[in-house]
């Protein structure tokens, strides 16, 4: 997958995207980042970005002309269609459908947006779609990108291998569920002991047990996330089991 990042600060989509899973993806050609800084493509010799905005009020705006003389040379980079995605608080919450959804595509371009925005002409022009991480205010969009670079990274084949496997994560499963508490050595400590199931060998006791912790931790901690009409009979039976024995 082709990544291109437009953004004031490439040097910090390069950092993030060197280290671990990603880093070994791109290594591995499973993931192509390309970082393009509106700055290079700003006239005149102060090389503007951003001005004033009109109406008044504080900080400044993104301007117009810079970005879509950066957005023109990244999408001329390569001949993939790719939406163009802003990074911003009025954006669409990302949710892993929609990692899910991006990770699917050929190539993406992100826009991440700094000062107090961008010119809504260019936005209305250029954007195909706005999305948002969540409900608070970052200085920049960059934090936005990295993130999503990260999670349709490891949903690329191949990006991770069996010992790390996305299908374990949290959201992973069709109910998009939480993930189940983890242990390893030592099995005795003073902080407690390991459960006895996880160390019986038994797979389909330890994979049952799992299920029922996704389940009862989603209930207690995410209920909104959990819509129990959609649960089948299995999964309705070891919950209700599981919030038995945590009522007791
Ligand atoms: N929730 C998110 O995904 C998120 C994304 C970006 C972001 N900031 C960059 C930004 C981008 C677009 C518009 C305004 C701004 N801001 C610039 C700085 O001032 C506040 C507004 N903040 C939070």
């Not at 205010?137 to 349709?152: K, M, N, Q, T």
């Not at 047990?209 to 989603?218: A, N």
Request: a negative charge.
């Amino acid at each position: 997958m082709r990544i291109d990042v437009v953004t004031l600060f490439p040097e910090f989509m390069a950092q993030s995207a060197a280290l671990g899973v990603v880093g070994r993806a791109a290594e591995r050609g499973l993931l192509e980042l390309h970082g393009w800084n509106p700055r290079d493509y700003a006239e005149g010799n102060y090389r503007r970005v951003d001005d004033r905005p009109f109406g008044g009020g504080p900080g400044m705006v993104m301007l117009i002309e810079p970005l879509r003389a950066c957005l023109a040379a990244a999408k001329a980079a390569d001949p993939a269609p790719a939406p163009v995605i802003y990074l911003s608080p009025q954006g669409t919450p990302l949710t892993q459908a929609k990692v899910r959804e991006l990770a699917a595509l050929p190539r993406m371009i992100l826009l991440c947006g700094r000062y107090e925005g961008i010119d809504e002409r260019f936005l209305e022009a250029e954007v195909t779609e706005e999305i948002s991480l969540g409900d608070y205010v970052l200085s920049g969009g960059e934090l936005g990108a990295a993130v999503i670079v990260d999670a349709v990274t490891r949903l690329q084949e191949g990006a991770l291998g069996d010992a790390e496997s996305a299908a374990q994560d949290s959201f992973e499963g069709p109910q998009g569920l939480l993930d189940c508490p983890h242990y390893s050595h030592p099995a005795q400590h003073e902080w407690g002991t390991v459960p006895d199931v996880l160390r019986s060998g038994n797979h389909a006791a330890i994979a049952r047990w799992r299920r029922q912790q996704s389940l009862l931790r989603t209930a207690l901690r995410r209920p909104d996330l959990l819509d129990e009409g959609q649960l089948s009979k299995a999964d309705r039976v070891l919950l209700e089991q599981a919030r038995q024995a945590v009522a007791k």
